[in-house]
């Protein structure tokens, strides 16, 4: 019994890279492990028989530094706390055992190596010296990323069961100093917040109990700055993230020690998880990095380990979509739709996303209260059905994507009418109900409920091969603690078998639909994490599509997921969420920061907006493969509150870059500061053009040149407002610029 089964979705070819595992003998027992990446070290202290200790996680280390490290006054830590000796500190993992025993007194009994897909792993098997109790401490590289995975599995060898009270995946102690944590915060439609802090004496902790979703509030991942106040392209910065998918824990301990001690795994409350002879448990992987480059250094190490390893379809180009919901919302009809294809189509679109709505015989689905669960094609708004619509978009040369919610059931359906025995709920209770007044959980904990989650999507696309593209919505939390699944003595394992359950589903949807682009949306950006990001393309940033709030949420996104996965577009205004009224010009340059994408009724629009979303559409064409893959400098925080933000994609071979600037204040005769730019060979020559252009004249260095080594000493000054007619003025300003090698 696994707790994730990571899916390989795809082979990957590696870069050659230098990544190396390497064990140092010190004696007949004792070795030092080295688990290396081409810019970091992680050094270990294992003593078969004995204990494992931590020595140091940091830059790259040579064999002869690594032979200093125990000369130089570095303290030896527990590389993996167990709770029972000395219990006053905080411990990684805790067990019971059946004879009521709650210590874990673990010594290293195997030190290995092995390969798979091309990554290495080192595995540090551990022992309890009086029961048969085996944890084994996994670390994972791959060649040419410097990001090492860790985690556990745990395997009862005793007779009786053993149950698990504490599984983090993985610690990390870290020197105390002048330590700052950076942390992601947030609500609906006000995702992914940033808060930087210093980290004092006492305990800090992050933590997730929605059960369904776990990044409206927090999220997993966390950026941790040693030289003080965290910079964007300078300082040391360890990253780390949690890839999970459900409730999380992480831990950040500053003892009577020189140390924090920072713990991240799944949230152990009511998740007691207990495992018979035999049976083994393992945590989700935690993911680290390291960079002397500052956060957005920590980030384009996790960007590109996420790319390459842990993201659907992570290196393809992201197609430009029109989505329904802000355009409709409910009201789906075919004449409305085959509309909206036809206008995303003549503004250079590639795909049509038809959002909720769509569906309901019995119970047809015209607002949040019903239907869901009944996924049958509502025929009085699409008599032609779902393939009208798809022979529709081929008719006008796009494809077609779909919106579902399969894990959730209202009351009002035929489904819970059939079976109301699928959904989550305690014992004799009521079921709790949320949105719409009548939405429940359906209990992935059950085989039977993973199969009809798994026949929503295998039926669709079984029936319709031709749909390109899924919009997987998830709306509610877990509201009350029960399965009806699950026996009385196993409801503890809830919350953890939900998300094996899912993993399960998700394993079987991508061995038979490999190539079908899934957006994982939950009320948001409810489901920005590694945990289902290997069978997810894209998330879902927010509902709020407000572009000036939008720059402080995808702020927050990119500290750990590339651009290729944020989901941006372009909506209308006043804008739905904030009535806030941006004009067009401002909305398209931040939705072009991420995968774009349009969240609107085109037939509202005037002649004008089309042309320019046209000619926007056409542009970002030209700069999508910079910006959906290139290498993030983030320039100028809109939270250091300097009356602007900036940042910049750099193509790897930095031959292009795409340069971003929007000012988020508005004052006469204010002043904002010059931005210099990052990451551009300072030998090359770059010529400048300005993409989605209104000015009357362009800008005084439109098709200029200029050394890389000049744009990055000095920058280009940006005008505070745009030269439009008088009466096309207003507040905002922003700019997109394309820099092109010679």
Same mark, same amino acid.
């Given at each position: 019994?696994?707790?994730?089964?990571?899916?390989?979705?795809?082979?990957?070819?590696?870069?050659?890279?230098?990544?190396?595992?390497?064990?140092?003998?010190? &004696?007949?027992?004792?070795?030092?492990?080295?688990?290396?990446?081409?810019?970091?070290?992680?050094?270990?202290?294992?003593?078969?028989?004995?204990? +494992?200790?931590?020595?140091?996680?940091?830059?790259?280390?040579?064999?002869?530094?690594?032979?200093?490290?125990?000369?130089?006054?570095?303290?030896?830590?527990?590389?993996?706390?167990?709770?029972?000796?000395?219990?006053?500190?905080?411990?990684?993992?805790?067990?019971?055992?059946?004879?009521?025993?709650?210590?874990?007194?673990?010594?290293?009994?195997?030190?290995?190596?092995?390969?798979?897909?091309?990554?290495?792993?080192?595995?540090?098997?551990?022992?309890?010296?009086?029961?048969?109790?085996?944890?084994?401490?996994?670390?994972?590289?791959?060649?040419?990323?410097?990001?090492?995975?860790?985690?556990?599995?745990?395997?009862?060898?005793?007779?009786?069961?053993?149950?698990?009270?504490?599984?983090?995946?993985?610690?990390?102690?870290?020197?105390?100093? #002048?330590?700052?944590?950076?942390?992601?915060?947030?609500?609906?439609?006000?995702?992914?917040?940033?808060?930087?802090?210093?980290?004092?004496?006492?305990?800090?902790?992050?933590?997730?109990?929605?059960?369904?979703?776990?990044?409206?509030?927090?999220?997993?991942?966390?950026?941790?700055?040693?030289?003080?106040?965290?910079?964007?392209?300078?300082?040391?910065?360890?990253?780390?993230?949690?890839?999970?998918?459900?409730?999380?824990?992480?831990?950040?301990?500053?003892?009577?020690?020189?140390?924090?001690?920072?713990?991240?795994?799944?949230?152990?409350?009511?998740?007691?998880?207990?495992?018979?002879?035999?049976?083994?448990?393992?945590?989700?992987?935690?993911?680290?990095?390291?960079?002397?480059?500052?956060?957005?250094?920590?980030?384009?190490?996790?960007?590109?380990?996420?790319?390459?390893?842990?993201?659907?379809?992570?290196?393809?180009?992201?197609?430009?979509?029109?989505?329904?919901?802000?355009?409709?919302?409910?009201?789906?009809?075919?004449?409305?739709?085959?509309?909206?294809?036809?206008?995303?189509?003549?503004?250079?679109?590639?795909?049509?996303?038809?959002?909720?709505?769509?569906?309901?015989?019995?119970?047809?689905?015209?607002?949040?209260?019903?239907?869901?669960?009944?996924?049958?094609?509502?025929?009085?708004?699409?008599?032609?059905?779902?393939?009208?619509?798809?022979?529709?978009?081929?008719?006008?040369?796009?494809?077609?994507?779909?919106?579902?919610?399969?894990?959730?059931?209202?009351?009002?359906?035929?489904?819970?009418?059939?079976?109301?025995?699928?959904?989550?709920?305690?014992?004799?209770?009521?079921?709790?109900?949320?949105?719409?007044?009548?939405?429940?959980?359906?209990?992935?904990?059950?085989?039977?409920?993973? #199969?009809?989650?798994?026949?929503?999507?295998?039926?669709?696309?079984?029936?319709?091969?031709?749909?390109?593209?899924?919009?997987?919505?998830?709306?509610?939390?877990?509201?009350?603690?029960?399965?009806?699944?699950?026996?009385? #003595?196993? $409801?503890?394992?809830?919350?953890?078998?939900?998300?094996?359950?899912?993993?399960?589903? +998700?394993?079987?949807?991508?061995?038979?639909?490999?190539?079908?682009?899934?957006?994982?949306?939950?009320? &948001?950006?409810?489901?920005?994490?590694?945990?289902?990001?290997?069978?997810?393309?894209?998330?879902?940033?927010?509902?709020?599509?407000?572009?000036? $709030?939008?720059?402080?949420?995808?702020?927050?996104?990119?500290?750990?997921?590339?651009?290729?996965?944020?989901?941006?577009?372009?909506?209308?205004?006043?804008?739905?969420?904030?009535?806030?009224?941006?004009? +067009?010009?401002?909305?398209?340059?931040?939705?072009?920061?991420?995968?774009?994408?349009?969240?609107?009724?085109?037939?509202?629009?005037?002649?004008?907006?089309?042309?320019?979303?046209?000619?926007?559409?056409?542009?970002?064409?030209?700069?999508?493969?910079?910006?959906?893959?290139?290498?993030?400098?983030?320039? +100028?925080?809109?939270?250091?509150?300097?009356?602007?933000?900036?940042?910049?994609?750099?193509?790897?071979?930095?031959?292009?870059?795409?340069?971003?600037?929007?000012?988020?204040?508005?004052?006469?005769?204010?002043?904002?500061?010059?931005?210099?730019?990052?990451?551009?060979?300072?030998?090359?020559?770059?010529?400048?053009?300005?993409?989605?252009?209104?000015?009357?004249?362009?800008?005084?260095?439109?098709?200029?040149?200029?050394?890389?080594?000049?744009?990055?000493?000095?920058?280009?000054?940006?005008?505070?407002?745009?030269?439009?007619?008088?009466?096309?003025?207003?507040?905002?300003?922003?700019?997109?610029?394309?820099?092109?090698?010679?």
């Amino acid at each position: 019994m696994k707790l994730l089964n990571h899916f390989p979705l795809r082979s990957t070819l590696f870069p050659a890279a230098v990544c190396l595992v390497s064990l140092y003998p010190l &004696g007949a027992d004792a070795e030092i492990i080295h688990v290396s990446t081409p810019g970091t070290s992680l050094v270990l202290d294992g003593e078969k028989g004995g204990s +494992l200790d931590f020595l140091y996680y940091g830059a790259a280390l040579s064999p002869s530094e690594i032979g200093q490290l125990k000369n130089s006054g570095f303290k030896p830590l527990s590389a993996f706390p167990f709770y029972g000796n000395y219990p006053e500190h905080e411990s990684a993992m805790a067990a019971t055992h059946a004879d009521g025993n709650m210590t874990l007194d673990m010594a290293v009994e195997d030190i290995s190596r092995s390969s798979s897909d091309g990554a290495e792993i080192t595995t540090v098997t551990m022992r309890d010296k009086a029961y048969p109790l085996t944890v084994k401490l996994n670390y994972k590289t791959y060649p040419g990323e410097d990001v090492i995975e860790t985690w556990t599995e745990t395997i009862n060898g005793e007779n009786k069961p053993v149950t698990l009270t504490q599984f983090s995946s993985g610690y990390l102690p870290i020197r105390y100093g #002048d330590v700052w944590l950076s942390s992601l915060y947030g609500a609906w439609a006000n995702e992914a917040k940033v808060e930087t802090e210093p980290l004092t004496r006492g305990m800090k902790i992050i933590k997730n109990k929605d059960g369904v979703r776990n990044s409206h509030t927090a999220h997993g991942e966390v950026m941790i700055s040693l030289d003080g106040k965290p910079e964007e392209n300078k300082g040391r910065v360890i990253g780390a993230a949690l890839a999970y998918s459900g409730n999380y824990k992480l831990r950040f301990d500053t003892d009577e020690s020189d140390y924090h001690h920072f713990f991240a795994g799944i949230n152990e409350e009511n998740s007691a998880y207990t495992l018979r002879k035999g049976e083994s448990f393992v945590t989700p992987p935690l993911a680290l990095t390291f960079s002397d480059e500052g956060l957005s250094g920590a980030s384009r190490n996790f960007h590109k380990w996420g790319r390459n390893h842990m993201i659907a379809h992570g290196n393809e180009p992201r197609k430009v979509l029109l989505n329904s919901w802000e355009g409709v919302y409910f009201d789906i009809n075919e004449q409305g739709m085959e509309q909206m294809m036809k206008d995303i189509a003549s503004m250079g679109g590639e795909l049509f996303v038809m959002d909720d709505g769509w569906f309901g015989d019995k119970y047809p689905r015209n607002n949040d209260s019903t239907s869901l669960g009944d996924w049958v094609v509502d025929k009085n708004k699409l008599p032609n059905g779902i393939q009208g619509l798809i022979d529709a978009a081929a008719k006008n040369g796009i494809k077609f994507g779909i919106w579902i919610e399969p894990e959730m059931v209202n009351s009002v359906s035929e489904l819970y009418e059939k079976h109301p025995e699928y959904v989550l709920k305690a014992a004799k209770r009521d079921p709790m109900m949320g949105r719409g007044g009548t939405q429940m959980v359906l209990d992935l904990a059950n085989p039977k409920v993973q #199969d009809i989650v798994f026949e929503v999507v295998d039926t669709l696309l079984t029936k319709y091969p031709a749909i390109d593209y899924i919009k997987w919505d998830a709306n509610a939390p877990i509201m009350q603690h029960g399965s009806q699944y699950l026996t009385a #003595d196993n $409801q503890s394992h809830l919350y953890i078998d939900y998300h094996k359950g899912f993993a399960k589903v +998700l394993d079987r949807i991508r061995a038979k639909y490999p190539d079908v682009t899934i957006q994982a949306c939950a009320s &948001g950006g409810g489901r920005a994490n590694y945990g289902v990001l290997p069978w997810f393309d894209e998330i879902w940033v927010s509902d709020n599509t407000d572009a000036l $709030q939008r720059i402080y949420m995808q702020w927050g996104t990119s500290y750990f997921f590339p651009p290729v996965v944020m989901a941006s577009h372009i909506s209308a205004a006043p804008n739905h969420q904030t009535f806030r009224t941006i004009p +067009l010009k401002y909305r398209i340059d931040v939705a072009m920061s991420g995968r774009l994408g349009m969240e609107i009724q085109p037939k509202n629009m005037t002649e004008e907006e089309i042309a320019l979303c046209k000619k926007a559409i056409s542009e970002y064409k030209e700069i999508r493969n910079v910006v959906q893959h290139g290498d993030i400098y983030r320039l +100028l925080s809109p939270y250091d509150k300097k009356g602007a933000a900036s940042l910049m994609m750099v193509a790897p071979d930095k031959d292009e870059a795409v340069f971003y600037w929007w000012k988020t204040e508005s004052f006469v005769n204010q002043h904002l500061p010059r931005i210099r730019m990052a990451g551009l060979d300072p030998d090359k020559t770059y010529t400048v053009t300005e993409l989605n252009r209104i000015d009357n004249q362009p800008l005084p260095y439109e098709g200029k040149s200029f050394s890389g080594r000049f744009l990055m000493d000095n920058g280009l000054e940006m005008p505070l407002d745009h030269n439009v007619d008088y009466h096309k003025r207003n507040d905002y300003a922003s700019r997109v610029l394309r820099l092109r090698a010679k």
